[in-house]
C-alpha cells in the first residue's frame, strides 16, 4: 500500500469514502436481499398453503368418488383465482398413487403415474423451492376421516419473483454507485479545497529551500479564523523574523567588518607612523646638508622609499575595504597585500609568519570575497596564536583550484568555530558574541562556491583550509596594477 | 336458487300456503309481470336439464320473463346438475314441464306426455358427435378403443345413449372398449374435456357443439368431429302425463309456439340458434326408443 499513500490526499480521500461506500453498499444489499428472500418465500409459503387449503376443501368430495371431471373442473376454475400464485400445473393423484385429473392433462393424463417432477421433490417438507428453474412445488395430502385419499400436488411459477429481486438489486446497484460517485465526488471538491492552504503553504517552503522565504501574500490568505489562516500567519511571521534575522546578521557583519578595519586601521597608523620618523630625520638632513649632494642623494632616496612603503600599506587597505565595482582575478598581488595588511598585528603580538605561496598567475576568482576571507581567518589565527608564536599562510594552485591553508600555533578552533566554518546552510551566529567573523568567511566562501575544512596543523595549533574551484584559466585579466588607488 | 328450493319444500304437501319468501317472490313477480294481478295463480315449475347452455343467467331471466308474460302465470326455472334429478322431479309431478332429453323421454314415455319440439335448422331432430382432440391423427369411431372417454350424462341421448348403442352393435360396452369414461354432466363440459385432453374422445350433442363453436370458436375449435350420428329427436319439452290439458300446460305450449312473434321470445330464441318449438307425435323418438330397446337387450 506504499503507493497509495504517495497518492495526493486528494485522490486518497474520495478513494476511501468510495470503499467505504462500496462496503457500505454491498452489506446493506447483502441484508436487503436475503430479507427479500425470506419474505418473498413466507408470501409463498401462505399463499400456497392458501391455495392447497382452497384446493382441498373443494376435491374432497369429488376425489372420494373419483369423479375426474369435476376434479379437473376444480382445477382449471382454480387456475384463474390464484392469479398473484401464478400455478403453473396441478395434479391431483388418488389413493393409489395415480393422476385423477390435472391442470393440463395433456402433461400428466388421468390414470397415469404421478411425472417425476412432482414425485421425487418432497422428500423433507411439503414445500420445494427450485430457484434454478423459477419454479416453486407444494405437496398436500387430502384425508377424509382419517383416511388418505389422495394428494394435491401444484407447480408454481416464480419467476416475478427472482425478477423482483433482480430489479431490487439493480436499484440498489444503481442507487448506490450514484451514491458513491456522489460522495466519492464531494469528497474530492472538499478535500481539493482543504488541501489548498496546504498545497500553497508547501510551495512557499519548498520555494524557500532555493532561495529567500516569501511571505505568503494577502491575497491567498484564507479568511480569518480558519485553521489554515493560523498556520499561513505563522508561517509569515517565521518567515518575517527569519528576513530580520538575516537583516540584522548582515548589519552586525558590516559593524564587525568596520571594528575589524578600525583595529588595522590603528596597526596600519604604526606602519605609516614608524618609516614617517625616518622621513622626517631624512627632510631634516636635507634641510641641513642638503648642499652636500651624497647626503641630498641618499636621504631623497631614504624619502623616497618611506613613501612607496606607506604608499602600499595605503593601496593595501583601500582595495580590502573599498572593493572595486567591477570584480578582479584573484593574483598574487593580493596575497601580498595581505602580508602587508596583517603585518601590523604580527608586530604587535610578536608573531613569526611563515609565507609559502605557490600562486604566480591571477585566477578566475573574484578577489574582494576571498581576500577578505583569507584577511579574517589570518587576523583570527594571529588571535589565536599565543604570542611568539607562528602563523602560516600556503598557497597551493592545483589543476582543479586553489588551496588557501592558514594555521597557527594556538590552542586550534572550538567546536562552535567549526561548525560555524564548516556548515553551509548554518544560520548566523546572533547574540552567541562571537564567531560572526567566522560566519562571514564561510558566507564569502560559499558565494565564490568553495567549502571550507578544518583540520590540525603542524605548527601545533588549528589549520583551516579553503578549497576554491577554478574553471578556466583566464588570460584576459591582466596582473592586477595599483591605478585604483 | 332459492325458488326453486321453495317449490322442492312445498310440493310435497300440497298446500298453498304463502310463506314469507313466496310472498316476497310473488310482490317481485307482480312488479315484474305489470299489469295482470298473478299473486293468486300456482307458479308454473318448469324443468331444465343441462342440455345446453344452462349457466347462462340471462338466459334464464329472459326465459321465465317470456314464459311469465306469455303464460300470465309466475314461472320457477328449476335447474339439476343431472337429467336424472329433473326427470324425477317431472315424472314425480313435481315439475309442470321440463326440458327434457329424448333418452329419459322415450324411458318414461308412459308417463310423459309431449308439449313442443324445438325446430333447429328448420327441422325437430339433431345429432350426436363423437369428437377428438383436434390434432389427434383418426378417423373412425373404431379408433377410439382404450380412450378415456367423455360423456355427457348417462340419461342423455346424445351424450351417451348413441354411444352406447354404436357400441352395442359391435358387442361392446363402454367399459370393455373404453380404457375409462368419465361423465361430466354438461356436453360444453364434454368439449372442455376433449379440448383440454382430460378425456381422449366423447359424446357430445351436435347442436351443443354447433351452438358452441359459434359463441366460443376457440374451446370448439380445439376439437375435431370424428363421428357424426344419424338424425334423432331434438331433447323435446314433456309434461306428466296427467297434466296433459291442463290450462297451464296449454298455456305453455302456445307460449312456445308464439316465441317466434315476440320480441323476448326470439331474444330467446336467438341466444339458443332456435328457429322456434313445433308440435310433434311421439313417433319422432322412435330412433330412440329403438336404441333403449338394444342397449336394454344388450344388458
Known amino acids: 500500500m506504499r503507493w497509495f499513500g504517495a497518492l495526493p490526499l486528494t485522490v486518497r480521500v474520495p478513494a476511501v469514502v468510495a470503499l467505504l461506500m462500496i462496503a457500505v453498499s454491498v452489506t446493506v444489499s447483502e441484508h436487503v436481499l436475503s430479507r427479500l428472500n425470506e419474505t418473498q418465500e413466507r408470501h409463498l409459503r401462505a399463499l400456497g398453503g392458501a391455495y392447497m387449503d382452497g384446493l382441498s376443501s373443494s376435491l374432497v368430495p369429488h376425489v372420494l368418488r373419483g369423479d375426474v371431471w369435476e376434479v379437473f373442473d376444480v382445477l382449471d376454475r382454480a387456475r384463474d383465482r390464484y392469479e398473484a400464485l401464478r400455478p403453473i400445473e396441478t395434479v391431483v393423484t388418488g389413493s393409489d398413487g395415480r393422476i385423477v385429473a390435472a391442470t393440463d392433462p395433456t402433461k400428466a393424463p388421468t390414470l397415469s403415474p404421478l411425472p417425476v417432477e412432482f414425485s421425487d421433490r418432497f422428500s423433507t417438507s411439503d414445500i420445494a423451492i427450485d430457484s434454478s428453474e423459477d419454479r416453486a412445488y407444494a405437496r398436500r395430502v387430502l384425508a377424509h376421516q382419517g383416511q388418505t385419499i389422495g394428494a394435491i400436488y401444484a407447480a408454481f411459477d416464480i419467476s416475478h419473483l427472482s425478477a423482483e429481486r433482480a430489479d431490487v438489486m439493480r436499484t440498489l446497484l444503481l442507487s448506490n454507485g450514484l451514491l458513491t460517485l456522489l460522495l466519492a465526488g464531494i469528497g474530492y471538491f472538499a478535500t481539493r479545497r482543504m488541501v489548498m492552504p496546504m498545497r500553497i503553504l508547501g510551495e512557499h517552503l519548498r520555494n524557500s529551500l532555493d532561495s529567500v522565504p516569501e511571505p505568503i501574500p494577502a491575497s491567498k490568505l484564507p479568511r480569518p479564523g480558519s485553521e489554515a489562516r493560523r498556520l499561513f500567519d505563522s508561517f509569515n511571521t517565521l518567515v518575517r523574523a527569519e528576513r530580520e534575522r538575516e537583516d540584522l546578521t548582515l548589519k552586525l557583519a558590516e559593524e564587525e567588518r568596520l571594528a575589524s578595519l578600525g583595529r588595522l586601521a590603528s596597526g596600519m597608523a604604526h606602519e605609516i607612523n614608524n618609516p614617517l620618523g625616518g622621513l622626517f630625520n631624512a627632510l631634516d638632513t636635507i634641510k641641513r646638508h642638503g648642499d652636500t649632494a651624497s647626503v641630498r642623494e641618499t636621504a631623497v632616496s631614504l624619502v623616497e622609499r618611506g613613501l612607496h612603503g606607506i604608499r602600499d600599506v595605503v593601496a593595501a587597505a583601500l582595495h580590502t575595504y573599498r572593493p572595486d565595482r567591477s570584480p578582479r582575478p584573484f593574483g598574487p598581488s593580493d596575497i601580498e597585500d595581505l602580508g602587508l595588511l596583517i603585518r601590523p598585528e604580527l608586530r604587535r603580538r610578536h608573531l613569526d609568519l611563515q609565507w609559502d605561496n605557490d600562486l604566480r598567475d591571477p585566477v578566475d576568482v573574484p578577489n574582494a570575497p576571498l581576500r577578505q576571507a583569507v584577511l579574517n581567518l589570518l587576523l583570527n589565527a594571529c588571535n589565536a596564536a599565543p604570542d611568539n608564536g607562528t602563523v602560516g599562510l600556503r598557497v597551493v594552485r592545483s589543476e582543479t583550484g586553489l588551496t588557501i591553508e592558514i594555521s597557527d600555533t594556538g590552542e586550534g578552533l572550538p567546536e562552535d568555530a567549526i561548525g560555524i566554518l564548516t556548515d553551509p546552510a548554518g544560520p548566523a551566529p546572533i547574540g552567541t558574541g562571537s564567531g560572526l567573523g567566522l560566519w562571514m568567511v564561510r558566507r564569502s566562501v560559499t558565494e565564490i562556491g568553495g567549502t571550507i575544512d578544518v583540520d590540525r596543523s603542524n605548527l601545533g595549533g588549528g589549520l583551516v583550509r579553503l578549497r576554491i574551484p577554478v574553471q578556466t584559466f583566464s588570460l584576459d585579466h591582466g596582473v592586477r596594477t595599483d591605478d585604483a588607488a | ?299
Not at chain 2, 305489470?34 to 338466459?59: K, M
Not at chain 2, 313435481?94 to 322415450?106: D, F, K, S
Not at chain 2, 368419465?182 to 357443439?209: E, Q
Not at chain 2, 334423432?232 to 305453455?252: D, M, N, Q, S, Y
Open chain 2, 1 to 299: 336458487m332459492p325458488r326453486s328450493d321453495t317449490a322442492d319444500k312445498r310440493a310435497p304437501h300440497g298446500d298453498a300456503r304463502i310463506s314469507r319468501r313466496g310472498l316476497l317472490t310473488g310482490v317481485g313477480i307482480a312488479l315484474i309481470a305489470g299489469r295482470r294481478p298473478v299473486l293468486a295463480q300456482t307458479p308454473i315449475r318448469f324443468g331444465l336439464t343441462p342440455v345446453f347452455l344452462n349457466n347462462d343467467l340471462e338466459l334464464l331471466s329472459k326465459l321465465k320473463a317470456y314464459l311469465e308474460r306469455a303464460t300470465g302465470y309466475p314461472v320457477q326455472l328449476v335447474t339439476r346438475r343431472t337429467y336424472q334429478e329433473i326427470t324425477s322431479l317431472l315424472v314425480s309431478g313435481q315439475l309442470e314441464a321440463a326440458w327434457i332429453c329424448g333418452y329419459p323421454y322415450v324411458q318414461y314415455r308412459d308417463q310423459l306426455s309431449l308439449v313442443a319440439v324445438p325446430v333447429w335448422h328448420g327441422k325437430p331432430l339433431y345429432q350426436s358427435y363423437l369428437i377428438v382432440k383436434e390434432d389427434r391423427l383418426v378417423n373412425a369411431a373404431e379408433d377410439l378403443r382404450g380412450d378415456i372417454h367423455a360423456f355427457s350424462d348417462p340419461n342423455s341421448n346424445s351424450g351417451f345413449l348413441v354411444t352406447r348403442a354404436l357400441l352395442a352393435d359391435w358387442g361392446e360396452t363402454p367399459d370393455s372398449f373404453f380404457r375409462t369414461s368419465i361423465y361430466t354432466y354438461g356436453h360444453r363440459n364434454v368439449i372442455r374435456a376433449v379440448a383440454s385432453g382430460l378425456a381422449d374422445s366423447g359424446s357430445v350433442d351436435g347442436y351443443v357443439w354447433e351452438v358452441v363453436r359459434d359463441v366460443e370458436p376457440e374451446l370448439a375449435g380445439a376439437t375435431r368431429i370424428v363421428r357424426r350420428s344419424e338424425w334423432l329427436g331434438f331433447p323435446p319439452i314433456a309434461t306428466p302425463a296427467r297434466l296433459a290439458g291442463a290450462p297451464e300446460v296449454r298455456a305453455i305450449a302456445q307460449a312456445l309456439a308464439g316465441m317466434q312473434g315476440d320480441p323476448i321470445g326470439q331474444d330467446v330464441l336467438d341466444m339458443l340458434r332456435l328457429d322456434g318449438f313445433e308440435a310433434t307425435g311421439p313417433e319422432l323418438f322412435d330412433p330412440i326408443a329403438a336404441m333403449y330397446d338394444k342397449i336394454r337387450s344388450a344388458g
